[in-house]
Nanobody
């Protein structure tokens, strides 16, 4: 099993910044890619950004140029630096990892962290 723990959410004013972290723990696992997704009230969960083990990234159009995803493979930790935050970025942000455990490829989720941006 893989456990994912997010941290770094909070409340900021528009134009502010936050940095989210996601730490993966467990035993005998190998993470393929990791991603951040978010879900606003009455909306579907959407991909924000994803990063492969090799560092290839992709972003939702709505966050390009403002958010930066990164990861520390040695410590199985992923980050999301969020700058120039907008009220529409308000959502619960979830960490997701695609990992091989005991030869099986599975997806894992964190518990989510709230990000609230006020205008």
């Amino acid at each position: 099993q893989v456990q994912l723990v997010e941290s770094g959410g909070g409340s900021v004013q528009a134009g502010g910044s936050l940095r989210l972290s996601c730490a993966a723990s467990g035993s005998g696992f190998s993470i393929n890619y990791m991603a951040w997704l978010r879900q606003a009230p009455n909306s579907e969960r959407e991909l924000v950004a994803r990063i492969t083990y090799g560092g290839t990234t992709n972003y939702a159009d709505s966050v390009k140029g403002r958010f930066t995803i990164s990861r520390d493979n040695a410590n199985n930790t992923m980050y999301l630096q969020m700058n120039d935050l907008k009220p529409e970025d308000t959502a619960v942000y979830y960490c997701n990892a695609n990992a091989v455990v005991s030869g099986l490829l599975r997806g894992y989720w964190g518990q989510g962290t709230q990000v609230t941006v006020s205008s």
